[in-house]
Structures are given as C-alpha cells and as structure tokens.
C-alpha cells in the first residue's frame, strides 16, 4: 500500500481525527512505523476501536499461563485516555509511544495512572495491591519457584 492511501485510511478510523502527520508530531514513531501499527491495529480491530473484553482476550493470549483479565483491564483503563471504555488508534500509539520512547518521567507518569485505578492523584496500599496480585495471577503457576498466595499483600508491604 501506498503511504496516502495510509494517512487517507488513518484520518477515517472512527474516534481518531489525526492524520498521520499530526500522530508523528504527537509520538516517538515515524512515519513508517505508526504504518505499520495501524494496519496491525486495523487488522485486529476492524471498527478502530478496542473495547475492554476484546482487549483482554487479545492480551490474554500473551499469557496463556495464567490469568491475564485483571491486570489487562487495567492496562486498559490506562490506555484509554479519554475514558470512553474504547481505546482508539490514537490511544493506543500514544501509550505505546511513552513506554517503548518515552523519557523517565514520562514513564512514571504513566505507571502512576495505571497503579491509581480511582484516579484520584494518590496510590493507596489497596490500589498497589491490586495491581501486584493481578500481575502475580497473570504469571500463573509457571513461575520459579511457585508463589505463595500470600506473596502478593508480603510484596506490597515491603513498599
């Protein structure tokens, strides 16, 4: 494919007003590459939106080990920046964006909006905990050595 028959098929995704060129000035990919991701995202997800159960089923099926719903929700809480409940292209690029390229403050900021699930500009003891046994469920029970169930709240209050 051509690249303007690329920036005329990005600029028509329902919910994603930028073209290309504004999607470059926004993130760290090029032109080639946000290219590349479209049509990747396009072919996942025709309409050019991701709700949450179809984000997770796609990202639990890098975790086919364990139980990958809950931390993959709140993944996506954290990529759907506008809180619509859908995650569109440009969503999706803009968070790919600061945690492949990003500097570190960037990727803080980010950490700290997946970890604050009320966003309400604090982490609580509850709030870390969730995440940490989401992640620790999503690892399953091919870790080394096997986890005990408590290890997830003994991990939290280390902190």
């Not at 440009?90 to 009320?118: I, P």
């Amino acid at each position: 494919a051509d690249g303007a028959d690329d920036d005329v098929e990005l600029a028509a995704v329902r919910h994603q007003p930028e073209g290309l060129a504004q999607l470059q000035a926004q993130t760290k990919f090029s032109k080639a590459e946000l290219q590349s991701l479209y049509r990747g995202f396009k072919a996942e997800c025709p309409s050019g939106l991701v709700d949450q159960d179809t984000f997770k089923l796609i990202y639990s099926q890098f975790f086919p080990q364990g139980d990958a719903a809950a931390y993959a929700g709140f993944l996506f809480n954290a990529f759907d920046a506008d809180g619509n409940g859908f995650i569109c292209f440009q969503d999706f690029v803009a968070g790919l964006s600061v945690l492949l390229r990003g500097t570190v403050q960037e990727k803080l900021h980010w950490a700290f909006n997946l970890y604050d699930l009320n966003k309400d500009g604090r982490i609580t003891k509850e709030e870390m905990l969730a995440i940490v046994q989401s992640i620790y469920a999503m690892l399953g029970r091919c870790t080394r050595p096997v986890l005990r169930p408590e290890a997830p709240a003994r991990h939290v209050e280390r902190f």
